[in-house]
């Protein structure tokens, strides 16, 4: 079992930075991918990024070359780092987390935070 809780999360002036961090219970946090999702009003939730425990990296095309997943397997902790921060990426970030390959799909990963809410405003 794997508890997950983000941080960081706030209201930031478009082109801003944050700093989010999900940090996890349980054993063996180096051997799961970690996932960051977002989910904006009246939207789907949808793939931001990852970190497999190779260290691999992906990121979705909104925002590549602006956002960096990284973790700290000592800390148990997952970070996203986001820069140049526009409103449309304003929503509710959530970490999540699964054994074995990096999916895009929601649906594949078992363990979730409760969300942190960031606000970008123009």
């Known amino acids: 079992q794997v508890q997950l809780i983000e941080s960081g999360g706030g209201l930031v002036q478009a082109g801003g930075s944050l700093r989010l961090s999900c940090a996890a219970s349980?054993?063996?946090?180096?051997?799961?991918?970690m996932a960051w999702f977002r989910q904006a009003p009246g939207k789907e939730r949808e793939f931001v990024g990852s970190?497999?425990?190779?260290?691999?990296?992906f990121s979705a095309d909104s925002v590549k070359g602006r956002f960096t997943v990284s973790r700290d397997n000592a800390k148990n902790t997952v970070y996203l780092q986001m820069n140049s921060l526009q409103p449309e990426d304003t929503a509710v970030y959530f970490c999540?987390?699964?054994?074995?390959?990096?999916?895009?799909?929601?649906?594949?990963?078992?363990?979730w935070g409760q969300g942190t809410q960031v606000t970008v405003s123009s």
């Open positions: 349980g054993r063996s946090f180096s051997s799961y991918t």
């Open positions: 999540a987390a699964r054994l074995g390959a990096t999916y895009y799909d929601q649906k594949q990963y078992n363990y």
């Open positions: 970190i497999n425990s190779s260290g691999r990296t």
